[in-house]
């Protein structure tokens, strides 16, 4: 990985770009005036470009960049604000002062909802494994101005751990969340969605394995919530009661913790 900065470069970009490099062990290279596509072709290497408002992440040879956006929680959390409903809340039960996992961060977009769902006395944990998505997705969350106050809060209060999801789950006492949510969809739902397919490489591919649900089962204290396709086999195969919703393409699915089941 390799970061520059945008085309019309200042002193401001110069340095933040150099600072990003460090933080991300990555080698900082100067633009001098070439397109991206230039700069990624001459050093073979996927980019970072440091913007005045944005980091961009560019996959080798892709000409469309990745950068955090708050995607479907901007509309998602104005419907709240009027007294809607939100699928992903009901499904979870999200109320005041709750805790949640979320093992595929992505974009951040259900976090966000939950974030705002919980308020300031809940707890709202995020694990990406890829580092430069976990960066700038990161950064995002504590600079974008969604122009909703309570919206910008919401963001600003979830923390994010660049790790492997099941590794973060293993370290974990038993019963340390409320909720422990999947949604390993991140290429369908944010790839596709957005067209940026060169995001390919960057997305975990990893998928819902039986240790992982174990661990699931330890770690969440009320319930486990999976968001998948509609046809997904995981529903049946991890016992989650499915809340279907007429006309979607994905469907959550719910594991409520018992005495049983514990």
């Known amino acids: ?34 397109s991206v596509l230039s700069v990624m072709e001459a050093e073979q290497e996927d980019c970072i470009v440091v913007g005045k408002n944005r980091l961009e992440l560019y996959p080798l040879g892709e000409e469309t960049p990745f950068f955090f956006h708050p995607n479907s929680s901007m509309f998602r959390i104005k419907r709240l604000l009027k007294g809607e409903k939100d699928p992903f809340i009901e499904a979870a039960q999200l109320e005041a002062g709750m805790s949640i996992l979320d093992c595929t961060l992505g974009l951040a977009s259900d976090s966000i909802v939950a974030s705002f769902a919980v308020g300031e006395t809940g707890n709202i944990v995020g694990v990406e494994g890829n580092p430069y998505l976990a960066y700038i997705v ?99 195969q991890f016992y989650f009661t499915v809340h279907r919703r007429k006309s979607a393409k994905f469907h959550f699915g719910v594991i409520e913790k018992t005495e049983n089941n514990i």
């Not at 969809?185 to 067209?195: P, R, V």
């Open 138 to 236: 990161n950064k995002g969350l504590k600079q974008w101005n969604s122009g909703i106050d309570v919206m910008n809060e919401a963001m600003r209060r979830i923390t994010i751990q660049q790790n492997d999801s099941l590794d973060v789950l293993r370290k974990l006492n038993d019963k340390s969340f409320d909720c422990v949510y999947f949604d390993p969809m991140f290429e369908e739902t944010i790839l596709e969605s957005d067209g940026i397919r060169g995001l390919t490489k960057f997305a975990s591919a990893e998928g819902l394995s039986t240790e992982m649900m174990k661990q699931a089962h330890r770690v969440a204290r009320k319930r486990i919530i999976l968001k998948d396709h509609f046809r997904s086999s995981r529903f049946a």
């Open 1 to 34: 990985m390799i970061v520059t900065t945008a085309g019309r470069t200042t002193e401001d970009m110069i340095e933040k770009a150099k600072q990003t490099a460090l933080e991300l062990e990555s080698r900082y290279v100067t633009r001098r005036k070439r």
